[in-house]
């Protein structure tokens, strides 16, 4: 059972990421504010949602929310600055463009780079635990997916409109055989001897 909030004093935003394990493709975070007295049934972790009800959800968090906003950090600058570095400034770029400031911010996850002067709390499997961060869990992961079907159109020999980008068997035999392409992270050890199309 989600909790609400975790306090009841200060606006909180919750902040989960999607896609940091993947081997292709941007990261997306998204923040969301809810109302206190928001309430789905079968809201969750986007983890153990269908495919199916986190693309329900999504309209209604976007519609109940009192604000939301979602990020993503390409695959080039993943590779610059390290996945972590990069889910950290995803989430920062979307609370840069909540239109209501939180005073609390509830984080997925065991670590966080302070975002300005705002307070933080992480939560691992907070996605599971709080309201808030699980409908942003939802956003982040229906927004990537989205993104990696419009790049499976461009790539379909990976199966991203399958895999999203994570390193399923299809998707490393692919790599074995057509190499890696431009939406690769070139700084995840995808194959022993990178090899790349372009």
């Known amino acids: ?14 902040c989960d990421e999607a896609g940091r394990g993947c081997y292709a493709g941007p990261v997306f975070a998204a923040a969301v504010i809810l109302p206190k007295d928001f309430h789905h049934p079968l809201l969750n972790d986007s983890k153990q949602l269908s495919e199916k009800l986190r693309d329900e959800l999504r309209p209604v968090i976007e519609k109940e929310a009192v604000s939301y906003a979602v990020a993503s950090i390409d695959n080039e ?19 840069d ?34 309201a808030s961060i699980a409908a942003a869990s939802v956003l982040a992961k229906t927004y ?3 993104w990696m079907q419009q790049l499976h159109n461009e790539f379909p020999q990976y199966g991203w409109n399958q895999n999203k980008g994570y390193g399923t068997l299809i998707h490393r035999k692919a790599i074995e055989e057509f190499g890696l392409c431009k939406y690769h992270r ?13």
């Open 97 to 130: 463009k909540l239109s209501k400031r939180p005073q609390l911010l509830l984080i997925d996850g065991n670590r966080f780079t302070k975002y300005k002067r705002t307070p933080h709390q992480c939560f691992v499997k907070g996605d599971g635990r709080f």
């Open 186 to 198: 070139k700084s995840f050890r995808l194959i022993p001897q990178q090899v790349s199309m372009f």
């Open 1 to 14: 059972m989600l909790l609400p909030f975790y306090q009841d004093k200060l606006t909180e935003a919750g």
């Open 144 to 146: 990537r997916d989205e």
């Open 77 to 95: 600058e993943i590779d610059q600055i390290n996945i972590l570095k990069a889910s950290f400034k995803a989430m920062h770029l979307a609370l």
